[in-house]
C-alpha cells in the first residue's frame, strides 16, 4: 500500500511535469521568441511553488521520523534556494 504523502508527491510531479510539456508544445505552436519568453516566465512559478509543496508534503509524512531541527534545516535550504533564483 503506496503512503498518501508519497502518492500527492507523484501526482504533483506528474502535474509538473504535464505543465513543462504543455509549455514547451506552445511555444512551438507559437514559434514567436517574446511569447516563448513570457511562457517560461509563467513556468519559473510553477517550478518553486510545487518544490515548497512537495516539501511541505514530504515533511508532513516524516514529522515521526525527523526531528524538528532537521526539518527547520532543511526549509531554511529550500528558502535559500529560492533566494538565489531571486538574486542577480
Known sequence: MIEKALLLIILLRIFSG???ITAA???YKFNDLEK???????LALVGPSVLII???VALFGL?????LTRM????????LILI???SD
Open 18 to 20: 504535464s505543465v513543462d
Open 84 to 86: 538565489s533564483l531571486k
Open 25 to 27: 508544445i506552445f511555444m
Open 63 to 67: 514529522t515521526e521520523k525527523i526531528s
Open 36 to 42: 516563448a519568453f513570457y511562457i517560461n516566465t509563467l
Open 72 to 79: 527547520v534545516c532543511l526549509f531554511a535550504g529550500i528558502t
Open 54 to 56: 512537495t516539501t511541505g
